[in-house]
Structure formats: structure tokens, C-alpha cells
């Protein structure tokens, strides 16, 4: 047997694995399923893709008698063919199409599986092999104890679950690497997690009510369940896949290239990564899911499966581990001796859960801003000085200038008319107005929030302010309150696009309560939560949304991200200074690699800056590969993202001679300063 590549890490194990009594039974059920459906002993186009000894050997039974410790007889039987059902398909996957580059045999396979998971209704498809003879069977014997939005979101993640293979199929092909931030969002879909987590409810007879489904909360507990999974699996599978197979969709490759790491510096920071992921598992689970409950109105009953859900996703965790330990799938050689208990591994990674909550505000930076020059040619919409002067005067007249966030100094200074006129160039005078005041508006909110709240650390009053501004959003809105409610209202009968605007807005300004929960816990993120929330937070949904109408495709829902994360990321380095050292953030994309590395400052940086560059590589490369995207909206997007890398470089907002300056006290302040004329910008009775 070849030396393994790298010594596996200690893992975060604060659960420990617990075993099904039902195991022997599901071995040989699985084992009499498999062999009926010819997964066994029975060539696939002249290529066997089981033997008998590889199915006893991966031994799929015990992984699901560990991940669903409590199950009775029938369901682990059940949820067992589930899954020597999907590992054959990636196994069959392997050896008919990416072993052999074959895109259109993959597609043409993929495009049938729908066919026997239909959502309502009998399967009227005849299956050809064993893929399609197995998902019948199992779909056919699972659906009927389930809900219609449980079989919606399981048809959605096993046909994500499926599909996605052909990105790794496309990536082999051109021998490309992935970036980090896509590496992760891909393998949510290809690697099954997501489709794990629907089984759990199945398992465990605990559907989460369909009206908290869909929310944030949940959303973050499926995806950390989803990342820790996948990437354990990485450093398991590393050996396999990369050295035996020349696979190139494997985490610890990807952070062992990005971050030009050797492979044991890349699995120790993967597991680091798996250990953040969890301890964002838990903090969600603790302090958002019970909020969550309150807000919705969700009855005991409820609340109840959604935490033997909860419960469901620890002991997957825990189980999936053992399993990945004793598998002769995995590279685990040694990989049991000298366990010591899970409250070792608990203090192991103490200090990195430590070391989120550390960060000292206010303090000084030393690293110097890097350059970025406009991605592609600059448009500037030939409105842009009239614009300019008319900007002043509606933010005049709407009461923005209070003093307090803001003077007209610091309106100038920021000049997001430059920006609307570089997304927008093609803009008549009246459309680029309403996305000069929209960003201008977005941009006094964004301050408003951190001066107001992040100085009092009132997250009621902030919750209150975002439920607010919805209501100035739709018909019969209330009278204004603050210069804040004031411009919005101003704004409202005047935007275009109105739906969607309204639904990038309150995420934008909702994602502004994340953050200063954050604040208020002196938290600083979880990496891949600071990305994804970034989007938001940054509100680039809401800038897009005023520019063209967003598209729901696959394909154009990538290149929507990639600008988003590159426009985020260059306004965390362009920010860093500002926020970090004049407001006391630590939301900030600089800071959150800095902890998470534990590296220094300017290593921490040029980590961003790469991962910038990487999102505007991948926003070209899929651009060039998505065909059925109209030409017009990547046009769109080109702009877009011209427009805010050329208005971060050119605008004042982060210049040296504006950092200090404060509207009220002119001169460096911190972020309580301005706390002094706070109460003017509140609404009454609060």
C-alpha cells in the first residue's frame, strides 16, 4: 500500500457515534437490493462497476446504522438503499463518463433521472439500468410518508446531487482547479449532503415546517452540516481520488494550490475550516433557530422536529465520521489507534473558537491599500454631472445630511452617482437619478445602521428600523419618521423593477442584523458565512436588481455570484482601514481570513485580493461557457462590475483625507462618538 500523502488531523468530534442494533439486518437487505438491480457482478456497457467484495467492503449499511443511530428496522433498510443507490450512481458516473471525458452520454443519463422522481403522480418511465431501476424502487417506496414540500426540496437536492457531477465532468476535462468560494458552493450539490439532510427528516419522522424551511437559519445549519461533511470526506478521500483517480474536485487540493500550501498545511487548514463550520453549526442552532420559532409562530410540535432535525444532523456527523474511519473506501490506515475522548478534541480546538471572539476594535492598520483597476473597459452614462448636483440636492431635501451620519462633505466624497453612472451607462437622466438616490440611499442606510445600532448595540431598535422600511415598500406606506424613511419613501414611487428591488432590500438591510449581532458578540465570522453573507450585506442583489432584471437560470445565477463576491471582496480591501481602525468592525473579509489563518496582516490581504481575482477569473471562464445566457446580460454585468471597481478607486469614501473625518466633530472619531445626537435619528418612542 502506497504512504499515505498526509497524516490526518484531529478532528472536532464533540458528539460521539452511536450504533444502529438494526446493522446485520441492513447488510444483507442491501446486499439481497443491490443484487436484484444488477449493481452487483453485472458489467455496465462491458465495465463491472461493483463486485460483491466492494459493496462488503464500503459497507454502506454501517455508515447509515452509525449516521442513523436510532432509526427502526424498516427505514434503515430503506435509507440504506438510498445510499448504496447514490454511490453506485457515482461510482457508475466515474467509469462511463469521466473516465472517459464522455459529456454527452453524461448529460443524455442525467437528463432521464427526473423521469423517476416525479413530485406528484405515478413513474410512467421504463428504466434501463440500474440507476434508473433503483431511484424508481426507492422513490416509489419512500414518498407516500412524506409531505409535498418534502418531496420538492428532495427531488430538488438529488436532481442538484446529480447534475452537478457534470461540473466536475467539465473540470477534469479542461483540467481546471476550482476556486475556494466555488469549490465549496459546488460541492454542496455534488457531494449529497444537502440530499443527507432531507433523509435525516425522513429517518427521523421530523419534517421542519415548510414556512421556516426556506429562512436563514435553516439554510446555515443544512450548509455547515453540508461543508463539514463534504470536506471530511476530502481529507479521507484524498489519497483516492486525487493520486489514484486524477480527480481535481477535492478541498484539500484546491486549498493546498490556492494558498501554495504543502498537502499537510492543506489538510490541517481544511480541518480548520470543517471545525469552524461546526462551531457555526452550534452557535446558529443556540442563538438563531429558537428567535426563529418566535418570529414565525411555530407550535410545539414543530418545534420539536426541527430539533430532532438538529439532532438528526449531529448524529450524521458523528456517525459519518466512525464510518469514514473503518470504510476500505478511505485513506484511514492507523486512523483509529490511540483515539482519546471527544472532550479532548473539544479542548483541541478551543483556541480556535477562542480566537473568533478576541478581536481588539479600533486598532491601528498598517497594511497598504492595493490597486485594482476596472475588470473591463469603464462606460460613464453622460448624465453623470447634472446627476452629481441634482444627488446633493434630493439628499438635501430629504433630510440626509443630518450631521450626525452624514454632511454634504461626506455625500461628495462618497459620489455614488459615479458609481450608478458606471453600472448604468446607457441610462436616461430620470432612470440614473433613481440609482444615484438608491445608492446613495443604500450607502446612508449602511452608516445609519453601524452608527446607530453598532454604537448602542440595540438590536430590537435595529430589528424595529429594518421592519419599518419594509413598510415603505408597498402600498399605504406610514409617515415618515427620520431622514431614513424619508428618502426611501421619496425613492419608492419612482423605482422600477419594484418586486425584485423590495426583495433586495430587505435582504440587504435584514443581512445588516447579522452583522451587528456579530458586533455585539465581538464575533468574528465564520469564513464561508462573511462570503455568502457579503453578497447581502454589500447589496449587490440590490444594485443588480436597478441595473437589469436578474435572471433565476443555473447558469446565470454563477456569474451573478462571482460579481457579487468580487465586488464584496474588493470593498473589504478597499474598506479595511476605515472599518477596521475608524469604525471598530470586524465584519470585514481581511480580518475574517487574518483569524481564521492566524496569519499576519498583509498575508491576510493578499489572501482576499487572490480570492477577488479568482471569482473575476471564474465570472470570465463562466461567461465563456454559458451560451443560453443572453449576450445583453452579461454585457450588464461587465458594467456592473467596471462600474464599482472604478467607482472604489476613484471615490473619496476611503481616502486617507476622509477617514477622519466625522460630520459632527470633524476629526477621528469611534464608533460611540456620534452617539451624542443619536436620538434625533430614531423614530419616536424609542
Not at 76 to 87: A, G, H, I, K, P
Not at 229 to 249: I, K, P, T
Not at 297 to 305: E, I
Not at 424 to 430: K, L, N, S
Request: proline letters at 6%; one cysteine or more; hydrophobic letters at 40%.
Amino acid at each position: 500500500m502506497p504512504e499515505q500523502p498526509f497524516v490526518l488531523p484531529e478532528f472536532y468530534l464533540p458528539h460521539p457515534a452511536r450504533l444502529n442494533p438494526h446493522l446485520e439486518r441492513a447488510r444483507a437487505h442491501s446486499k439481497a437490493w443491490a443484487r436484484e438491480l444488477d449493481m452487483i457482478d453485472v458489467p455496465q456497457r462491458g465495465t463491472v462497476i461493483w463486485t460483491e467484495h466492494d459493496l462488503d467492503s464500503h459497507d454502506y449499511a454501517l455508515l447509515c446504522a452509525y449516521t442513523h443511530p436510532d432509526a427502526g428496522a424498516e427505514e434503515l433498510d430503506l435509507v440504506t438503499d438510498w445510499y448504496v443507490w447514490v454511490f453506485y450512481f457515482d461510482d457508475h458516473f466515474l467509469e462511463l463518463y469521466k473516465r472517459t471525458g464522455d459529456i454527452d452520454g453524461a448529460q443524455a443519463h442525467l437528463d432521464r433521472i427526473e423521469l423517476f422522481m416525479p413530485t406528484g403522480g405515478e413513474i410512467t418511465a421504463t428504466p434501463g439500468n440500474p440507476v434508473e431501476r433503483g431511484l424508481a424502487d426507492l422513490w416509489t417506496r419512500t414518498i407516500p410518508q412524506r409531505s409535498a414540500a418534502w418531496r420538492r426540496r428532495f427531488a430538488g437536492s438529488t436532481k442538484a446531487l446529480l447534475e452537478e457531477s457534470l461540473w466536475e465532468l467539465a473540470n477534469i476535462n479542461e483540467g481546471r482547479l476550482a476556486n475556494p468560494i466555488e469549490y465549496v458552493e459546488m460541492r454542496r450539490k455534488v457531494g449529497g449532503a444537502p440530499w443527507s439532510a432531507n433523509l435525516v427528516e425522513h429517518a427521523a419522522h421530523a419534517e421542519v415546517p415548510d414556512e421556516i424551511a426556506a429562512t436563514r437559519p435553516m439554510e446555515v445549519l443544512r450548509d455547515c452540516f453540508a461543508d463539514s461533511v463534504h470536506l471530511r470526506n476530502d481529507l479521507f478521500s484524498y489519497q483516492r481520488e486525487v493520486h489514484d483517480e486524477g480527480e481535481l474536485s477535492n478541498g484539500v487540493l484546491v486549498v493546498e494550490k490556492f494558498l501554495g500550501l504543502t498537502t499537510q498545511e492543506a489538510a490541517d487548514a481544511v480541518n480548520d475550516l470543517i471545525t469552524s463550520r461546526l462551531h457555526q453549526f452550534e452557535h446558529t442552532a443556540l442563538t438563531e433557530v429558537p428567535a426563529l420559532f418566535d418570529e414565525h409562530g411555530v407550535d410545539p410540535a414543530a418545534r420539536a422536529a426541527t430539533f430532532a432535525y438538529v439532532k438528526g444532523l449531529q448524529d450524521w456527523q458523528a456517525g459519518g465520521h466512525e464510518w469514514h474511519l473503518r470504510s476500505s473506501r478511505y485513506m484511514n490506515e492507523g486512523a483509529l489507534d490511540g483515539r482519546g475522548p471527544s472532550l479532548s478534541s473539544v479542548l483541541a480546538t478551543a483556541p480556535q473558537r477562542l480566537r473568533a471572539y478576541s478581536h481588539t476594535p479600533f486598532r491601528a492598520v498598517s497594511v497598504p491599500p492595493r490597486r485594482f483597476e476596472p475588470p473591463f473597459p469603464v462606460r460613464l452614462n453622460p448624465h453623470l454631472d447634472t446627476c452629481r448636483r441634482r444627488n446633493v440636492d434630493w439628499a438635501r431635501r430629504t433630510g440626509l445630511l443630518d450631521g450626525v451620519v452624514w454632511d454634504e462633505r461626506k455625500l461628495r466624497a462618497a459620489d455614488l452617482p459615479l458609481c450608478a453612472a458606471g453600472i448604468r451607462p446607457d441610462a436616461t437622466a430620470g432612470e440614473l437619478d433613481v440609482t444615484a438616490g438608491w445608492l446613495t440611499w443604500s450607502t446612508y442606510a449602511d452608516d445609519y445602521f453601524q452608527t446607530v445600532f453598532g454604537a448602542s448595540r440595540d438590536l430590537a431598535a435595529a430589528k424595529a428600523c429594518h421592519e419599518r422600511l419594509a413598510l415603505f415598500m408597498a402600498d399605504g406606506s406610514p409617515a415618515p419618521l427620520n431622514p431614513l424613511e424619508a428618502a426611501l419613501a421619496d425613492l419608492w414611487p419612482r423605482t422600477p423593477n419594484r418586486l425584485a428591488v423590495r426583495r433586495a432590500a430587505e435582504s440587504m438591510t435584514s443581512s445588516w442584523l447579522w452583522r451587528l449581532v456579530n458586533l455585539a458578540q465581538n464575533r468574528i465570522p465564520d469564513p464561508i458565512d462573511h462570503v455568502e453573507m457579503r453578497r447581502r450585506t454589500f447589496g449587490a442583489e440590490l444594485t443588480m436588481s436597478l441595473a437589469f432584471p436578474l435572471l433565476r437560470t443555473r447558469a446565470a445565477q454563477t456569474l451573478e455570484h462571482t460579481a457579487a463576491d468580487y465586488g464584496g471582496l474588493l470593498n473589504d480591501l478597499r474598506s479595511y482601514r476605515k472599518e477596521i481602525q475608524f469604525e471598530g468592525e470586524l465584519n470585514n473579509g481581511v480580518l475574517v481570513v487574518r483569524s481564521f489563518l492566524g496569519c499576519s496582516e498583509e498575508r491576510a490581504y493578499q489572501v482576499v485580493a487572490d480570492l477577488a481575482d479568482a471569482r473575476l477569473a471564474e465570472f470570465r471562464h463562466a461567461a465563456a461557457a454559458a451560451p443560453d445566457v443572453p449576450p445583453d446580460y452579461v454585457d450588464g454585468l461587465r458594467d456592473w462590475l467596471a462600474g464599482t471597481a472604478h467607482w472604489h478607486e476613484n471615490a473619496g469614501r476611503y481616502r486617507e483625507t476622509e477617514l477622519g473625518h466625522h460630520p459632527r466633530f470633524g476629526g477621528p472619531t469611534g464608533i460611540g462618538t456620534s452617539s451624542l445626537r443619536i436620538s434625533s435619528l430614531l423614530p419616536a418612542g424609542r
